[in-house]
Protein backbone atom coordinates (compact mmCIF):
# COMPACT_ATOMS: atom_id res chain seq x y z
CA UNK A 1 0.00 0.00 0.00
CA UNK A 2 2.98 2.39 1.11
CA UNK A 3 4.54 2.01 -2.25
CA UNK A 4 1.24 2.28 -4.48
CA UNK A 5 0.85 5.33 -1.95
CA UNK A 6 4.52 7.02 -3.06
CA UNK A 7 3.55 6.17 -6.85
CA UNK A 8 0.93 8.13 -6.90
CA UNK A 9 2.60 10.93 -5.25
CA UNK A 10 5.11 11.09 -8.03
CA UNK A 11 2.31 10.76 -10.88
CA UNK A 12 0.76 13.64 -9.62
CA UNK A 13 3.79 15.77 -8.59
CA UNK A 14 5.19 14.42 -12.62
CA UNK A 15 2.08 15.51 -13.87
CA UNK A 16 1.96 19.07 -12.04
CA UNK A 17 5.71 19.61 -13.17
CA UNK A 18 4.66 18.71 -16.71
CA UNK A 19 1.69 21.38 -16.80
CA UNK A 20 3.96 24.03 -15.65
CA UNK A 21 7.39 23.82 -16.74
CA UNK A 22 7.99 25.22 -20.21
CA UNK A 23 10.52 23.37 -22.23
CA UNK A 24 11.88 25.19 -25.78
CA UNK A 25 9.21 24.47 -28.26
CA UNK A 26 6.36 26.00 -29.94
CA UNK A 27 3.15 24.92 -31.38
CA UNK A 28 2.72 25.82 -35.09
CA UNK A 29 -1.22 25.38 -36.10
CA UNK A 30 -3.64 26.17 -39.21
CA UNK A 31 -3.82 30.30 -38.87
CA UNK A 32 -6.36 32.40 -40.34
CA UNK A 33 -6.97 32.16 -44.17
CA UNK A 34 -7.34 35.09 -46.31
CA UNK A 35 -8.96 36.16 -49.79
CA UNK A 36 -7.12 38.13 -51.83
CA UNK A 37 -10.05 39.19 -53.67
CA UNK A 38 -11.82 40.35 -50.44
CA UNK A 39 -11.50 42.59 -47.67
CA UNK A 40 -10.64 43.10 -44.40
CA UNK A 41 -12.87 45.12 -42.47
CA UNK A 42 -14.24 46.86 -44.89
CA UNK A 43 -11.44 47.49 -46.56
CA UNK A 44 -9.90 45.56 -49.91
CA UNK A 45 -6.90 43.58 -49.52
CA UNK A 46 -5.98 44.59 -53.13
CA UNK A 47 -7.05 47.73 -53.60
CA UNK A 48 -6.35 49.36 -57.97
CA UNK A 49 -6.38 53.29 -58.35
CA UNK A 50 -6.28 54.38 -62.04
CA UNK A 51 -8.65 52.02 -63.45
CA UNK A 52 -11.92 49.51 -62.60
CA UNK A 53 -11.04 46.39 -60.96
CA UNK A 54 -12.56 43.26 -62.45
CA UNK A 55 -15.86 42.22 -61.14
CA UNK A 56 -15.11 38.40 -59.92
CA UNK A 57 -17.10 35.73 -58.20
CA UNK A 58 -14.35 33.03 -56.67
CA UNK A 59 -11.51 33.09 -54.56
CA UNK A 60 -8.00 33.15 -54.39
CA UNK A 61 -7.14 32.26 -50.93
CA UNK A 62 -4.05 32.68 -49.28
CA UNK A 63 -3.19 30.39 -46.16
CA UNK A 64 -1.15 30.73 -42.93
CA UNK A 65 0.24 29.22 -40.27
CA UNK A 66 -0.19 30.51 -36.27
CA UNK A 67 2.54 30.22 -33.62
CA UNK A 68 2.07 30.01 -30.05
CA UNK A 69 4.25 32.17 -27.94
CA UNK A 70 7.45 30.58 -26.71
CA UNK A 71 7.49 28.18 -23.40
CA UNK A 72 4.72 25.46 -24.25
CA UNK A 73 4.44 23.25 -21.29
CA UNK A 74 6.12 19.47 -21.26
CA UNK A 75 2.39 18.13 -21.66
CA UNK A 76 1.17 20.66 -24.11
CA UNK A 77 4.51 20.01 -26.03
CA UNK A 78 3.39 15.77 -26.12
CA UNK A 79 -0.34 16.71 -26.52
CA UNK A 80 1.14 18.62 -30.22
CA UNK A 81 2.87 15.62 -31.44
CA UNK A 82 -0.05 13.11 -31.41
CA UNK A 83 -2.36 16.05 -33.17
CA UNK A 84 -2.22 15.61 -37.15
CA UNK A 85 -3.25 19.52 -36.85
CA UNK A 86 -0.33 20.78 -34.72
CA UNK A 87 3.52 21.21 -35.33
CA UNK A 88 5.48 20.91 -32.19
CA UNK A 89 8.85 22.45 -33.20
CA UNK A 90 12.12 23.60 -31.56
CA UNK A 91 11.89 27.28 -29.91
CA UNK A 92 14.85 28.46 -31.70
CA UNK A 93 13.61 27.65 -35.58
CA UNK A 94 10.80 30.44 -34.90
CA UNK A 95 12.38 32.53 -33.14
CA UNK A 96 16.08 33.16 -33.32
CA UNK A 97 18.00 33.77 -30.14
CA UNK A 98 19.81 36.31 -31.34
CA UNK A 99 16.46 38.43 -31.74
CA UNK A 100 13.62 39.79 -29.76
CA UNK A 101 10.15 38.83 -30.51
CA UNK A 102 9.35 41.51 -31.84
CA UNK A 103 12.74 41.76 -33.70
CA UNK A 104 11.86 38.20 -35.40
CA UNK A 105 7.82 39.57 -35.97
CA UNK A 106 9.76 43.26 -37.78
CA UNK A 107 11.88 40.51 -40.15
CA UNK A 108 9.10 38.72 -40.85
CA UNK A 109 6.62 41.59 -41.72
CA UNK A 110 9.53 43.15 -44.08
CA UNK A 111 9.74 39.98 -45.86
CA UNK A 112 5.98 39.67 -46.53
CA UNK A 113 6.39 43.56 -47.86
CA UNK A 114 9.10 42.02 -50.04
CA UNK A 115 7.16 39.23 -51.55
CA UNK A 116 3.90 42.18 -51.93
CA UNK A 117 6.53 43.94 -54.32
CA UNK A 118 7.58 40.87 -55.79
CA UNK A 119 4.23 40.02 -56.35
CA UNK A 120 3.04 43.07 -58.48
CA UNK A 121 6.06 43.19 -60.47
CA UNK A 122 5.21 39.40 -61.62
CA UNK A 123 1.49 39.95 -62.16
CA UNK A 124 2.78 43.33 -63.97
CA UNK A 125 5.54 41.22 -66.29
CA UNK A 126 2.83 38.31 -66.97
CA UNK A 127 0.30 41.65 -68.17
CA UNK A 128 3.33 42.80 -70.23
CA UNK A 129 3.94 46.01 -68.85
CA UNK A 130 7.82 47.35 -69.95
CA UNK A 131 10.18 48.05 -66.38
CA UNK A 132 10.96 50.71 -65.46
CA UNK A 133 13.02 52.64 -62.73
CA UNK A 134 9.65 53.45 -60.12
CA UNK A 135 9.79 55.52 -57.12
CA UNK A 136 9.27 53.32 -54.04
CA UNK A 137 9.07 56.01 -51.09
CA UNK A 138 10.56 59.12 -50.39
CA UNK A 139 13.28 59.82 -48.08
CA UNK A 140 13.91 61.53 -45.10
CA UNK A 141 13.70 65.75 -45.75
CA UNK A 142 13.94 64.51 -49.66
CA UNK A 143 13.90 67.18 -52.24
CA UNK A 144 11.40 65.64 -54.18
CA UNK A 145 8.63 65.23 -51.16
CA UNK A 146 5.21 67.28 -53.12
CA UNK A 147 6.78 66.27 -56.61
CA UNK A 148 7.22 62.80 -56.90
CA UNK A 149 5.36 60.67 -55.39
CA UNK A 150 5.33 56.83 -54.72
CA UNK A 151 4.30 54.32 -57.92
CA UNK A 152 5.23 57.41 -60.24
CA UNK A 153 7.77 55.96 -62.96
CA UNK A 154 10.90 58.33 -63.96
CA UNK A 155 11.63 58.63 -67.62
CA UNK A 156 14.10 61.59 -67.68
CA UNK A 157 16.27 63.61 -65.67
CA UNK A 158 17.12 67.08 -67.52
CA UNK A 159 15.41 65.40 -71.27
CA UNK A 160 18.52 62.41 -70.49
CA UNK A 161 16.44 58.93 -70.42
CA UNK A 162 16.47 56.60 -67.64
CA UNK A 163 15.37 53.24 -68.45
CA UNK A 164 17.13 51.56 -65.78
CA UNK A 165 18.57 52.49 -62.25
CA UNK A 166 22.00 52.24 -63.87
CA UNK A 167 21.27 54.70 -65.74
CA UNK A 168 19.85 57.13 -63.87
CA UNK A 169 22.86 57.11 -61.20
CA UNK A 170 25.05 57.38 -64.21
CA UNK A 171 22.71 60.92 -65.09
CA UNK A 172 22.73 62.08 -61.75
CA UNK A 173 26.51 61.47 -61.24
CA UNK A 174 27.17 64.22 -63.81
CA UNK A 175 24.88 67.06 -62.27
CA UNK A 176 26.43 68.82 -59.43
CA UNK A 177 24.41 68.60 -56.12
CA UNK A 178 22.00 71.76 -55.40
CA UNK A 179 21.07 72.08 -59.13
CA UNK A 180 17.36 72.49 -60.40
CA UNK A 181 16.33 69.49 -62.78
CA UNK A 182 13.44 68.73 -64.50
CA UNK A 183 12.23 65.20 -64.07
CA UNK A 184 9.90 63.61 -66.67
CA UNK A 185 7.46 61.00 -65.11
CA UNK A 186 4.54 58.92 -65.77
CA UNK A 187 2.00 58.38 -63.16
CA UNK A 188 -1.07 56.46 -63.28
CA UNK A 189 -0.32 56.15 -67.44
CA UNK A 190 -0.26 59.91 -67.67
CA UNK A 191 2.86 61.88 -68.26
CA UNK A 192 3.78 64.93 -66.25
CA UNK A 193 7.58 66.85 -64.86
CA UNK A 194 8.40 67.91 -61.70
CA UNK A 195 11.01 70.82 -60.97
CA UNK A 196 13.44 69.27 -58.23
CA UNK A 197 16.71 70.81 -56.27
CA UNK A 198 18.51 68.11 -56.05
CA UNK A 199 20.20 67.60 -52.76
CA UNK A 200 24.52 66.74 -53.09
CA UNK A 201 25.52 63.23 -52.75
CA UNK A 202 27.76 62.43 -49.72
CA UNK A 203 29.75 59.35 -51.14
CA UNK A 204 30.36 60.67 -54.73
CA UNK A 205 30.19 63.51 -57.20
CA UNK A 206 26.71 64.36 -58.15
CA UNK A 207 23.32 64.81 -57.12
CA UNK A 208 20.82 63.25 -54.77
CA UNK A 209 16.77 63.33 -55.74
CA UNK A 210 16.12 61.72 -52.18
CA UNK A 211 14.31 58.84 -53.75
CA UNK A 212 14.06 55.20 -52.92
CA UNK A 213 13.75 53.25 -56.32
CA UNK A 214 13.00 50.00 -57.66
CA UNK A 215 12.94 48.68 -61.10
CA UNK A 216 9.31 46.95 -62.37
CA UNK A 217 6.86 46.71 -65.05
CA UNK A 218 4.99 49.80 -64.96
CA UNK A 219 1.32 49.82 -65.15
CA UNK A 220 -1.08 52.99 -66.10
CA UNK A 221 -2.27 51.85 -62.42
CA UNK A 222 -1.52 51.50 -59.26
CA UNK A 223 -1.70 48.64 -57.21
CA UNK A 224 -2.29 48.59 -53.07
CA UNK A 225 -2.14 45.65 -51.21
CA UNK A 226 -3.07 45.51 -47.48
CA UNK A 227 -3.23 42.44 -45.02
CA UNK A 228 -2.08 43.08 -41.74
CA UNK A 229 -0.71 40.80 -39.14
CA UNK A 230 0.88 38.16 -41.68
CA UNK A 231 4.24 37.92 -42.07
CA UNK A 232 6.97 35.80 -44.30
CA UNK A 233 7.00 35.71 -47.85
CA UNK A 234 4.95 32.88 -48.24
CA UNK A 235 1.78 34.79 -49.50
CA UNK A 236 3.57 36.25 -52.73
CA UNK A 237 1.85 33.44 -54.86
CA UNK A 238 -1.37 33.95 -53.97
CA UNK A 239 -1.09 37.79 -53.86
CA UNK A 240 0.01 37.86 -57.56
CA UNK A 241 -2.42 35.42 -58.57
CA UNK A 242 -5.18 38.00 -56.91
CA UNK A 243 -3.70 41.02 -59.32
CA UNK A 244 -3.89 39.50 -62.11
CA UNK A 245 -7.57 38.33 -61.78
CA UNK A 246 -8.24 42.02 -60.65
CA UNK A 247 -6.98 43.55 -63.48
CA UNK A 248 -6.04 41.19 -66.33
CA UNK A 249 -8.57 39.68 -69.44
CA UNK A 250 -8.77 36.28 -67.64
CA UNK A 251 -11.72 35.26 -64.99
CA UNK A 252 -9.11 32.76 -63.01
CA UNK A 253 -11.21 31.14 -60.94
CA UNK A 254 -14.08 30.30 -62.97
CA UNK A 255 -16.49 31.01 -59.40
CA UNK A 256 -14.12 28.70 -57.81
CA UNK A 257 -12.72 28.66 -54.16
CA UNK A 258 -8.72 28.28 -54.64
CA UNK A 259 -6.17 28.60 -51.72
CA UNK A 260 -2.32 28.00 -52.31
CA UNK A 261 1.08 29.12 -51.01
CA UNK A 262 4.09 29.64 -52.16
CA UNK A 263 7.14 32.87 -52.48
CA UNK A 264 7.60 34.18 -55.88
CA UNK A 265 10.17 35.92 -57.36
CA UNK A 266 9.87 39.50 -59.85
CA UNK A 267 10.66 36.41 -62.69
CA UNK A 268 7.45 34.28 -61.88
CA UNK A 269 9.61 31.74 -60.25
CA UNK A 270 7.53 29.73 -57.10
CA UNK A 271 9.24 28.95 -54.11
CA UNK A 272 8.77 26.46 -51.14
CA UNK A 273 7.26 27.52 -47.80
CA UNK A 274 7.39 26.58 -44.12
CA UNK A 275 3.93 24.67 -42.82
CA UNK A 276 2.47 23.34 -45.87
CA UNK A 277 0.72 20.80 -43.91
CA UNK A 278 -1.05 22.90 -41.99
CA UNK A 279 -2.25 25.00 -44.60
CA UNK A 280 -3.50 22.65 -46.43
CA UNK A 281 -5.60 21.51 -43.02
CA UNK A 282 -6.75 25.54 -43.16
CA UNK A 283 -7.65 25.16 -47.09
CA UNK A 284 -9.75 22.19 -45.83
CA UNK A 285 -11.66 23.49 -43.68
CA UNK A 286 -12.83 26.68 -46.17
CA UNK A 287 -13.90 23.59 -48.45
CA UNK A 288 -11.25 24.67 -51.24
CA UNK A 289 -11.99 22.69 -54.45
CA UNK A 290 -7.99 23.32 -55.35
CA UNK A 291 -4.68 23.57 -53.64
CA UNK A 292 -1.35 25.40 -55.26
CA UNK A 293 1.24 23.61 -53.67
CA UNK A 294 4.80 24.57 -54.62
CA UNK A 295 6.88 22.37 -56.33
CA UNK A 296 9.30 21.93 -53.78
CA UNK A 297 6.76 21.00 -51.22
CA UNK A 298 5.32 17.97 -52.97
CA UNK A 299 6.94 15.63 -50.79
CA UNK A 300 5.61 16.72 -47.45
CA UNK A 301 2.37 17.42 -49.27
CA UNK A 302 1.80 13.93 -50.20
CA UNK A 303 2.85 12.74 -46.61
CA UNK A 304 -0.49 14.00 -44.76
CA UNK A 305 -2.94 14.59 -47.94
CA UNK A 306 -6.56 16.17 -47.25
CA UNK A 307 -9.62 14.66 -48.33
CA UNK A 308 -10.88 16.33 -51.19
CA UNK A 309 -8.66 18.93 -51.53
CA UNK A 310 -7.62 18.37 -55.19
CA UNK A 311 -3.54 19.18 -55.30
CA UNK A 312 -1.54 21.31 -58.17
CA UNK A 313 1.86 20.97 -58.42
CA UNK A 314 3.31 24.95 -59.60
CA UNK A 315 7.09 25.60 -59.88
CA UNK A 316 5.97 28.68 -61.89
CA UNK A 317 3.34 31.48 -62.42
CA UNK A 318 2.90 29.86 -65.39
CA UNK A 319 2.69 26.42 -64.16
CA UNK A 320 -0.95 28.02 -61.78
CA UNK A 321 -2.22 29.91 -64.57
CA UNK A 322 -2.52 26.56 -66.35
CA UNK A 323 -3.85 24.46 -63.11
CA UNK A 324 -6.22 27.42 -63.01
CA UNK A 325 -7.19 27.06 -66.69
CA UNK A 326 -7.70 23.18 -65.95
CA UNK A 327 -10.42 23.87 -63.34
CA UNK A 328 -12.30 26.17 -65.49
CA UNK A 329 -12.33 23.56 -68.20
CA UNK A 330 -12.51 20.65 -66.32
CA UNK A 331 -9.70 19.01 -66.49
CA UNK A 332 -7.27 17.71 -63.54
CA UNK A 333 -4.15 19.61 -63.00
CA UNK A 334 -1.19 18.49 -63.04
CA UNK A 335 -0.59 16.87 -59.17
CA UNK A 336 1.79 16.66 -56.80
Known sequence: MAVLSVGVVLLVVFGVL?????????AQVPGPTFNTLGEIDGEPIISIEGRDRNDVDGELTLTTVGVSRAGLSLVEAVQGWFDSEVSVVPEETVYPPDRTEEETREANRQAFLTSEEAAESAALAQLGYPVKVVVRGLGEDSP?????????????????????????DDVLASIPGGTAVTVGYTRLGEPGTAQVTTRPAEERDGSLLGLLIREQPSAPFDVDIRVEDVGGPSAGLM????????????DLTGGALVAGTG??????QVGPIGGIQLKMVAAADIGAELFLVPADNCADALGA???DLLMARVATLDDALEALADVRAGRTPEPC
Open 263 to 268: TIDPEG
Open 18 to 26: GAAVPVPYV
Open 239 to 250: LTLGILDLVGDT
Open 144 to 168: SEGRLEEGDAIDTVEGRPTPDASTL
Open 305 to 307: PQP
